[in-house]
Each structure stands twice: as structure tokens, then as C-alpha cells.
């Protein structure tokens, strides 16, 4: 099985789409499926901008919106996971995982599917320690605040990965494991990008929670981006003689490395997205445990047994099939001869998929719970930047993709722009 790799898209889906399609004919050969690491910005139409985390410079449409709206089919079946940088209010319909447009899935705040007999997870976002243990609050439409917090890693949907005992093939994650630099060459890395020297030397570059899972899941395959660039690893696990190979990946842009094809033995084709047993189970099982407010979750108000909830889901997966629920869209899509003021959109909607999937599993559906416990108070003010740091700021301040862009811009002589295609 070929599987391509990529890191940032920025909504950048035709120019992804037309370099693997390239790549095929220039090795004659076949891609099975493509995977994105996150700030895919699957964005529909002009609402979905303004859950954007970005400056209002970049807020654009880019090309999402064309396979959403069927003017485009994706060539190839795609799985990507969230990262900073994300249609907030569209990703939150689709918190269990689904299908973000045709042949483009989306693995949910946190998941697993299977791929053939390939499994995959993944942990949407990125860390934040100041929002780590609260519980997922916010909802749409988004304010100054809530709007960089969407995205923070929650302990909750770290936990629910951490119960995952079967092997896992490919995991991803959008920001980097912590410690990772210490199995590649960081020297390297930091010659190439010396605003990260500091946070490598004090071992506090990247995720935390991406470290333990690594550590518990030990999978053959870890991939990454959010710090634009490529960086390989190897991981060699003190338990037993398995290793990882991780490789992190840049973003979508002319003379970047920001794709990788990697060929994986699998059983024969052809191969569909399917949901994952295992992974049902466990959302079965904590869904009573999902914290809605900014408090943290109680794991240990587990009522469902393990096995029985086990056997639950696969005879009532038999029955119906793993594929996942089709696609719905639940927004019209972008119109580029027909502008739309984002004020006549609903502010939110259910999403069939996710409403069948809970259905299906005989759960409630949670997402648009908005108690007064649930909701932090709207500022009637606009956010002013200043040098202090708030609690929604990241730990260390390349956390943030356009940060990282920033610095970028001012350490330019210091970054290295020699690249290959693939």
C-alpha cells in the first residue's frame, strides 16, 4: 500500500491533489491514500472564516470549498486530523470523526479508523497546559478567546487514546511528541530554524500528551507538521525492540517539503475508510464521561463494561457494516460570483453523520449543549494583543503556525530554503 503524507495544507487541496496525481505518472504508480497532519482549514463558505484562528490577512477560501460542494472529487481517499489553524465551527460537527466532503475524513478530535487492515490515530490540536484538563466548552460562534482555545489537546480525548490496546500502524498528530529532537538531528534543526534552539534545549518542544501516547501506543509510524519543516526521527522503545519512525513535514508551498510517499505492507486491495471496533467501543464506553464545561472530566464514572460493550459493537457492527455514514453537507457552499454575508448562516447545526454514528452507538447527543456552565463570558471589548501571556497562550510562542511565520520572516537568512518536491 503507497501512502503519501503531508504536512500543513492551508486549504491548499488542489495544488496537494495535482502533485501526487504528477507523482503517479513520474513513477507509474498508484497512491492508495493521502493523510494530512493538520490546518487542513476545510473551509466551506465565508461563516466558516470567522472560525479561523488566523490573522485576517490570511483568512482565505483557498480551495476546500470546490469539494465540499462537489465542483471537485477528491482523487484520492484522504484522513487528516485538526490543528491551530482549522474551521473550528465545521471540525465541531464532526467531533466523533466523519466525512468532511466526498472522499475527505476527517478522524475527529481524537480516533481511530482502519484503512484495509491498516489502523490509524490520530489526536487533533495542540497542547496548551493552561486548558489541558478542562473539558470542551466552547461553542460556536467562537469569541476572542474561545477561538484559540477550540483547538487546545484536552485531557479527556488524550485519555479515551490511551485505552487503545490493539496495535495502532500510523499515528498523527499536529504538533510534535516532546523530546522527539532527541532521537534525530537537532543539530540540524536548529542550524535551519535557530528560534527553536531555546525550546530544544530545554526539552519543551512540542506536546506532552503526544509524548505519553507515543510511549503507550508505539506505533511504526508517527507523523507530524505545525513547525514548517521536515525532521526525521527514530525511536527506539526501551520496553521491547520495536521502534517508530517519525517524520514531521512542512507546510503547502512551492520549493517546501511537505510531502512524503511511504509504501506499508497491507493485505490487497482495494481498501475504504471504516470505522474501528476497538475505537467504538471506547467512545461508547466514556461518552458519559464527555465534559462539556471548562471543568475536567470524571473518569472514573465508567458504568459500561468493557467486553460486554466489546461484543456490543461488533455484533451490531456485523449487522449494519463498518463504512462510516455518508456525507451530508450541513452549510451552502462558497459561490465565487455570488457573495453571501456571513450574518445570514446558521450559527450551527447538527450534523447528520454525527447524529446516525451516535444514534448508531445509542448515545446522546452532546454538541450543542449550551448551558450557562458550559459557555465563558463573551468580552464586550476586542482583544489587545500585548506582551503578556494570557491563559489561551501556548506554552512557548512558536505554538502558534503564524508565529512561527513571523519568525520566519525575521530570521529568513537563517532558514533553509533548499527543498525537494517529494
Not at 1 to 16: F, R, T, Y
Not at 76 to 81: D, E, L, R, S
Not at 183 to 211: H, I, T
Request: aromatic share 12%; glycine share 6%.
Amino acid at each position: 500500500m503507497k501512502i503519501a503524507v503531508e504536512g500543513c495544507m492551508h486549504g491548499d487541496l488542489d495544488n496537494v491533489y495535482r502533485t501526487l496525481q504528477h507523482y503517479e505518472k513520474l513513477h507509474s504508480t498508484k497512491i492508495d491514500l493521502l493523510l494530512c497532519c493538520g490546518d487542513f482549514q476545510a473551509v466551506r463558505n465565508e461563516k466558516d472564516l470567522e472560525s479561523l484562528n488566523v490573522p485576517r490577512k490570511y483568512r482565505d477560501m483557498k480551495t476546500f470549498w470546490k469539494y465540499y460542494s462537489g465542483e471537485e472529487v477528491a482523487p484520492f481517499p484522504t484522513i487528516f486530523i485538526g490543528g491551530n489553524h482549522e474551521a473550528s465551527n465545521y471540525l465541531w460537527e464532526l467531533y466523533y470523526g466523519g466525512w468532511a466532503a466526498p472522499n475527505i475524513y476527517f478522524l475527529g478530535f481524537a480516533g481511530v479508523v482502519k484503512f484495509g487492515n491498516i489502523r490509524i490515530g490520530g489526536l487533533s490540536g495542540i497542547y496548551n497546559r493552561h486548558n489541558y484538563c478542562k473539558g470542551h466548552y466552547e461553542r460556536p460562534p467562537y469569541n476572542e478567546s474561545t477561538i484559540r482555545s477550540i483547538y487546545h489537546v484536552r485531557e479527556y480525548d488524550v485519555h479515551k487514546l490511551m485505552q487503545v490496546e490493539e496495535p495502532i500502524d500510523i499515528f498523527l498528530s499536529h504538533d510534535w511528541p516532546v523530546g522527539i529532537t532527541d532521537c534525530g538531528d537537532w543539530k540540524k534543526l536548529v542550524r535551519d530554524k535557530p528560534f527553536f534552539e531555546k525550546e530544544v534545549q530545554e526539552r519543551n518542544l512540542g506536546s506532552k500528551p503526544a509524548a505519553q501516547l507515543l510511549e503507550k501506543l508505539k506505533p511504526p509510524y508517527w507523523f507530524s507538521a505545525h513547525l514548517h519543516c521536515k525532521f526525521a526521527a527514530l525511536v527506539q522503545h526501551e520496553e521491547d525492540v520495536s521502534v517508530t519512525n517519525f517524520l514531521a513535514l512542512d507546510k503547502c508551498q512551492p520549493g517546501r517539503k511537505f510531502l512524503q510517499v511511504i509504501e506499508i505492507e497491507s493485505e490487497p486491495g482495494p481498501y475504504e475508510i471504516q470505522y474501528d471496533e476497538e475505537w467504538l467501543e471506547i467512545t461508547r464506553r466514556f461518552n458519559s464521561n464527555f465534559p462539556l464545561t471548562n471543568r475536567s472530566a470524571n473518569f472514573w464514572n465508567v458504568h459500561l463494561d468493557k467486553q460486554d460493550c466489546r461484543q456490543w459493537v461488533r455484533r451490531n457492527l456485523q449487522a449494519r457494516g463498518a463504512r462510516p455514514f455518508e456525507f451530508t453537507q450541513t452549510a451552502p457552499p462558497y459561490n465565487p460570483s455570488n457573495f453571501v454575508p456571513s450574518g445570514t448562516f446558521p450559527e450551527y447545526t447538527r450534523n447528520p453523520q454525527t447524529e446516525s454514528l451516535l444514534q448508531f452507538l445509542e448515545l446522546p447527543y452532546l454538541l450543542d449543549n449550551t448551558s450557562e456552565s458550559s459557555q465563558v463570558p463573551r468580552s464586550p471589548l476586542p482583544l489587545i494583543r500585548t506582551g503578556s501571556l494570557e491563559d489561551n497562550s501556548e506554552d512557548i510562542p512558536i505554538d502558534d503556525v503564524d508565529d512561527v511565520d513571523e519568525l520566519e520572516e525575521l530570521a529568513e537568512d537563517a532558514v533553509d530554503t533548499k527543498t525537494e518536491n517529494i
